[in-house]
C-alpha cells in the first residue's frame, strides 16, 4: 500500500502547486485534517526548501473548545518552530449583523482572514486542509442546492493563491496516517451535530445512499467532480475568448459589450460570459441565481434599449441600442467646487480642467471647432461654479438657439448613449448649466459686444510627468 506523504507529494509534483523557496501559510484548525497536513509538509520540506508558517482562526463558535483549540496550535507551532499567526473573530455578532447561516459567516470570515495573513505576510500560498470526503460531501451539497458545472466540479485543487493539498486523500487514509505516526489533535465536538446542512450530509444522507443505492458512492462522485471539472476547464476558456470578441469598453465600474456579438454564441457561452464579467468585477457569481440569469438572458435577448435589472443594490445590467452594459451605479464624477486658475482632475485622472480669467486681446482670432476649450463672458456666472454628473431634468439654453432644451434630449441628438451621459461632467452655478463639457456652452454664456471679463474654459489630457 502506498504511504500517504508519497501520494502527497506526487500529488503537488503532478498538478505543480509549490515551487522551491515558495511561502506557504498552512491553515491549521487544529483537527486530524490540518494536523495530518502540517506534519506531511513538515517532511515534504525535507526535500525542497520551503517557507512555512501556520495560520489558525478562533471563530469563538464553541466557547472553551476554541480557545483550546488556538492553545493546541500554538504549541504545535512551537514544536515544530514555525511561526504562527492567530486570530480571534467573533463570528456570531457577524452573522446576527447580516442575517446570514453561520456556516456561511464564519466561512467569509475565515477567507478574508486569510486574504488579509497573505498580503501582511507577502506569502505564496495558503494550504487547506480539505480531503477526498469533503469533496464528496460538497459536490452533493452543491447538487442539492441546484448548483451549475462549477458547483459540480467541488472544490478546485487550487484557485487564486489557495491550495488543497490533501485533496485526493480519504478520511480513512488521514486517520491511519495519524495513528501511524502518534500525531495528536483536537476533536470538534460540532462535527457531529445534524443541526448543521454538512453534517447531515456526512453523517446521515451518504450512508443512506451507500446502504441502498451505491456502496461506491464516492467514488462515483468525485468521477463526477473531475469530468464537471475538465467541462468547466473548457467552457472557461471558451468564455474568454467570446468575451474578448464581445468587449467594446472595460473599466473599472463599468463592462460594455457589443449584444449583437454577444447573442451570436451558443446560450451556456452566453451565461459564462456573465460569470466571468462578474468574476473580473468581483461580485459573487451566486448574486446571479437560476431564475436571476434567467431574468438578464430575457432582458438581453429583447433587445430593448433601455430595460434594465439590479443585479446588486448598486450595479445594473442594462441594454442601450446596440449594447449590454454592466456598471455600478454611482456618482461617477465627485461634484468639484471650481476656483480660478486651479486645475482638476476629471475622468478618473486622465484629464485636467482649469478655468482662467484672459483678456480680450488673448481671445483667438477663429474659435476652433475643438470642443475642449470655450471662452464665456465671466459676467454672466452667478454664485459658485461646480463640476458635476448629469441629473434627471436638466436644461440648457442651446447655443444660438431661443428657448430650453433638455439635456437628455440634447443628448440623444448627438447619439450619446445612454451610459456615457453620466460619465460627462457638466459646469454649472447658480444661474443653471453653463458647458457642457466637450460638447456645447450654454447660449447665456457666450462672449457678447459688452463681455467685460472673460473666463477661458479647457479640459486637456493630462501628462504624466
Same mark, same amino acid.
Request: with cysteine.
Given at each position: 500500500?502506498?504511504?500517504?506523504?508519497?501520494?502527497?507529494?506526487?500529488?503537488?509534483?503532478?498538478?505543480?502547486?509549490?515551487?522551491?523557496?515558495?511561502?506557504?501559510?498552512?491553515?491549521?484548525?487544529?483537527?486530524?485534517?490540518?494536523?495530518?497536513?502540517?506534519?506531511?509538509?513538515?517532511?515534504?520540506?525535507?526535500?525542497?526548501?520551503?517557507?512555512?508558517?501556520?495560520?489558525? &482562526?478562533? %471563530?469563538? #463558535? @464553541? /466557547? *472553551?473548545?476554541?480557545?483550546?483549540?488556538?492553545?493546541?496550535?500554538? +504549541?504545535?507551532? !512551537?514544536?515544530?518552530?514555525?511561526?504562527?499567526?492567530?486570530?480571534?473573530?467573533?463570528?456570531?455578532?457577524?452573522?446576527?449583523?447580516?442575517?446570514?447561516?453561520?456556516?456561511?459567516?464564519?466561512?467569509?470570515?475565515?477567507?478574508?482572514?486569510?486574504?488579509?495573513?497573505?498580503?501582511?505576510?507577502?506569502?505564496?500560498?495558503?494550504?487547506?486542509?480539505?480531503?477526498?470526503?469533503?469533496?464528496?460531501?460538497?459536490? &452533493?451539497? %452543491?447538487? #442539492? @442546492? /441546484? *448548483?451549475?458545472?462549477?458547483?459540480?466540479?467541488?472544490?478546485?485543487? +487550487?484557485?487564486? !493563491?489557495?491550495?488543497?493539498?490533501?485533496?485526493?486523500?480519504?478520511?480513512?487514509?488521514?486517520?491511519?496516517?495519524?495513528?501511524?505516526?502518534?500525531?495528536?489533535?483536537?476533536?470538534?465536538?460540532?462535527?457531529?451535530?445534524?443541526?448543521?446542512?454538512?453534517?447531515?450530509?456526512?453523517?446521515?444522507?451518504?450512508?443512506?445512499?451507500?446502504?441502498?443505492?451505491?456502496?461506491?458512492?464516492?467514488?462515483?462522485?468525485?468521477?463526477?467532480?473531475?469530468?464537471?471539472?475538465?467541462?468547466?476547464?473548457?467552457?472557461?476558456?471558451?468564455?474568454?475568448?467570446?468575451?474578448?470578441?464581445?468587449?467594446?469598453?472595460?473599466?473599472?465600474?463599468?463592462?460594455?459589450?457589443?449584444?449583437?456579438?454577444?447573442?451570436?454564441?451558443?446560450?451556456?457561452?452566453?451565461?459564462?460570459?456573465?460569470?466571468?464579467?462578474?468574476?473580473?468585477?468581483?461580485?459573487?457569481?451566486?448574486?446571479?441565481?437560476?431564475?436571476?440569469?434567467?431574468?438578464?438572458?430575457?432582458?438581453?435577448?429583447?433587445?430593448?434599449?433601455?430595460?434594465?435589472?439590479?443585479?446588486?443594490?448598486?450595479?445594473?445590467?442594462?441594454?442601450?441600442?446596440?449594447?449590454?452594459?454592466?456598471?455600478?451605479?454611482?456618482?461617477?464624477?465627485?461634484?468639484?467646487?471650481?476656483?480660478?486658475?486651479?486645475?482638476?482632475?476629471?475622468?478618473?485622472?486622465?484629464?485636467?480642467?482649469?478655468?482662467?480669467?484672459?483678456?480680450?486681446?488673448?481671445?483667438?482670432?477663429?474659435?476652433?471647432?475643438?470642443?475642449?476649450?470655450?471662452?464665456?463672458?465671466?459676467?454672466?456666472?452667478?454664485?459658485?461654479?461646480?463640476?458635476?454628473?448629469?441629473?434627471?431634468?436638466?436644461?440648457?439654453?442651446?447655443?444660438?438657439?431661443?428657448?430650453?432644451?433638455?439635456?437628455?434630449?440634447?443628448?440623444?441628438?448627438?447619439?450619446?448613449?445612454?451610459?456615457?451621459?453620466?460619465?460627462?461632467?457638466?459646469?454649472?452655478?447658480?444661474?443653471?448649466?453653463?458647458?457642457?463639457?466637450?460638447?456645447?456652452?450654454?447660449?447665456?454664456?457666450?462672449?457678447?459686444?459688452?463681455?467685460?471679463?472673460?473666463?477661458?474654459?479647457?479640459?486637456?489630457?493630462?501628462?504624466?510627468?
Amino acid at each position: 500500500m502506498t504511504d500517504l506523504f508519497e501520494k502527497f507529494s506526487d500529488f503537488i509534483n503532478k498538478n505543480h502547486l509549490i515551487s522551491p523557496d515558495d511561502h506557504v501559510l498552512i491553515a491549521v484548525s487544529g483537527g486530524i485534517d490540518s494536523v495530518v497536513l502540517l506534519h506531511l509538509f513538515i517532511r515534504y520540506q525535507e526535500s525542497i526548501p520551503l517557507n512555512l508558517e501556520v495560520i489558525h &482562526i478562533n %471563530h469563538q #463558535l @464553541r /466557547g *472553551s473548545q476554541a480557545d483550546e483549540d488556538q492553545q493546541f496550535v500554538t +504549541r504545535l507551532s !512551537k514544536q515544530y518552530h514555525l511561526s504562527v499567526t492567530s486570530r480571534k473573530i467573533n463570528v456570531p455578532k457577524f452573522i446576527e449583523k447580516k442575517g446570514i447561516s453561520q456556516e456561511e459567516g464564519a466561512r467569509f470570515l475565515r477567507y478574508r482572514f486569510f486574504k488579509w495573513a497573505l498580503k501582511r505576510t507577502g506569502a505564496d500560498w495558503v494550504a487547506l486542509g480539505h480531503h477526498a470526503d469533503d469533496q464528496v460531501e460538497t459536490v &452533493i451539497d %452543491h447538487f #442539492l @442546492r /441546484g *448548483s451549475g458545472v462549477k458547483g459540480l466540479m467541488g472544490m478546485p485543487i +487550487r484557485r487564486d !493563491k489557495f491550495i488543497r493539498p490533501l485533496l485526493f486523500a480519504t478520511r480513512k487514509e488521514i486517520e491511519t496516517y495519524a495513528k501511524a505516526h502518534s500525531l495528536h489533535y483536537q476533536v470538534d465536538s460540532t462535527n457531529e451535530m445534524t443541526k448543521y446542512r454538512r453534517n447531515r450530509i456526512r453523517l446521515e444522507l451518504i450512508p443512506y445512499l451507500q446502504q441502498h443505492f451505491n456502496p461506491a458512492i464516492s467514488d462515483v462522485v468525485l468521477r463526477t467532480a473531475q469530468i464537471m471539472d475538465e467541462v468547466e476547464s473548457y467552457m472557461q476558456e471558451q468564455a474568454g475568448k467570446a468575451l474578448e470578441t464581445c468587449l467594446v469598453n472595460f473599466k473599472k465600474h463599468k463592462i460594455v459589450l457589443d449584444i449583437n456579438t454577444f447573442l451570436n454564441y451558443f446560450i451556456a457561452i452566453q451565461k459564462y460570459i456573465l460569470y466571468q464579467i462578474l468574476d473580473r468585477i468581483e461580485l459573487p457569481r451566486s448574486i446571479l441565481t437560476s431564475a436571476g440569469m434567467d431574468r438578464a438572458m430575457q432582458l438581453i435577448g429583447t433587445r430593448v434599449s433601455g430595460k434594465r435589472m439590479m443585479l446588486t443594490a448598486d450595479w445594473q445590467l442594462s441594454i442601450d441600442h446596440e449594447c449590454l452594459v454592466i456598471q455600478k451605479i454611482q456618482n461617477l464624477i465627485p461634484e468639484l467646487a471650481i476656483e480660478l486658475d486651479r486645475i482638476y482632475e476629471l475622468g478618473n485622472g486622465e484629464f485636467e480642467f482649469q478655468a482662467t480669467l484672459i483678456d480680450r486681446e488673448q481671445l483667438p482670432q477663429q474659435f476652433s471647432i475643438d470642443r475642449k476649450i470655450e471662452y464665456i463672458d465671466y459676467g454672466r456666472i452667478k454664485g459658485p461654479m461646480v463640476i458635476r454628473n448629469f441629473q434627471v431634468g436638466d436644461r440648457f439654453h442651446p447655443l444660438n438657439l431661443k428657448g430650453t432644451k433638455k439635456l437628455s434630449d440634447f443628448f440623444t441628438d448627438q447619439k450619446i448613449p445612454l451610459h456615457q451621459r453620466r460619465d460627462i461632467p457638466i459646469l454649472v452655478c447658480d444661474a443653471g448649466i453653463i458647458w457642457i463639457i466637450n460638447h456645447q456652452i450654454d447660449d447665456r454664456f457666450k462672449i457678447t459686444e459688452s463681455t467685460r471679463q472673460i473666463l477661458k474654459l479647457q479640459v486637456s489630457k493630462k501628462v504624466e510627468v
